[in-house]
């Protein structure tokens, strides 16, 4: 089966700009993911759907990050405007259920300058 | 507040000897717990969940309730086993389910 793809793959933006990441979840998996990860920690979940809603966004900034779920299957996660310490790789994963194995995409590696 | 502390950042072995990644949770209720692993250049991937109570390439890991452990251990380790581990727990009991991982531990296993 194929698996979560993530565009793009790297992104290089000027503090202040606004930046987007687009993921594709596998086919039929109701649960879809978002997760920064700073160099050094471990993933840090920002959002996370299920279809179409939202069951936790307890630690996404929202003065500046905003993500949807359009149709229950596409996601973007945006960024605006960006900091310094926005730089990070985003993830995302899905899974056919929220208490099941996620599954991961290659990821986005985003450099604020 | 649920946790997943991963006490070591660095552990480093010898081919053949025996390795185990520490993992240790907080969490008010009945977590689900994985361990996942990052091969070089690779996606991030399930190794093993302790629901499932399998091996996966010769790796276990018990669950202890009491000590709110979730190590991962192997008898013998392999040069192909070098890579980054994470410790995750999915809090089921909560209506968001919401997912924890640890700050991993990068193993690497010397020839």
């Known amino acids: 089966e194929a698996g979560v793809a993530q565009s793009p793959r790297y992104k290089i933006i000027e503090k202040r700009q606004s930046v987007a990441f687009w993921c594709n979840p596998i086919?039929?998996?109701?649960?879809l993911y978002w997760y920064q990860q700073i160099l050094g920690q471990g993933p840090k979940l920002l959002i996370q759907f299920q279809n179409n809603g939202v069951v936790d966004d307890s630690q996404l900034p929202k003065d500046r990050f905003s993500a949807e779920r359009l149709k229950g299957v596409d996601s973007t996660l945006k960024i605006q405007p960006a900091k310094l310490e926005d730089s990070a790789v985003y993830l995302c994963?899905?899974?056919?259920?929220?208490?099941?194995?996620?599954?991961f995409g290659q990821g986005t590696r985003l450099t604020v300058v | 507040a649920q946790r997943v502390t991963q006490p070591e950042k660095l552990l480093s072995v010898f081919k053949g000897a025996p390795v185990e990644l520490k993992c240790n949770y907080s969490?008010?209720?009945?977590?689900?717990l994985f361990w996942y692993v990052q091969y070089s250049r690779q996606r991030l991937q399930l190794l093993l969940r302790h629901i499932s109570r399998e091996s996966i390439k010769g790796f276990t890991a018990d669950l202890n309730k009491g000590e709110t452990s979730f190590h991962l251990k192997k008898p013998f380790a392999q040069e192909e086993d070098s890579a980054m581990y994470y410790c995750a727990l999915s809090g089921i009991s909560t209506n968001a389910g919401k997912s924890t991982f640890g700050d991993g531990t990068t193993l690497t296993v010397k020839p």
């Open positions: 994963a899905s899974s056919p259920r929220r208490d099941t194995e996620a599954f």
């Open positions: 969490y008010s209720g009945s977590p689900e």
């Open positions: 086919s039929g998996h109701a649960t």
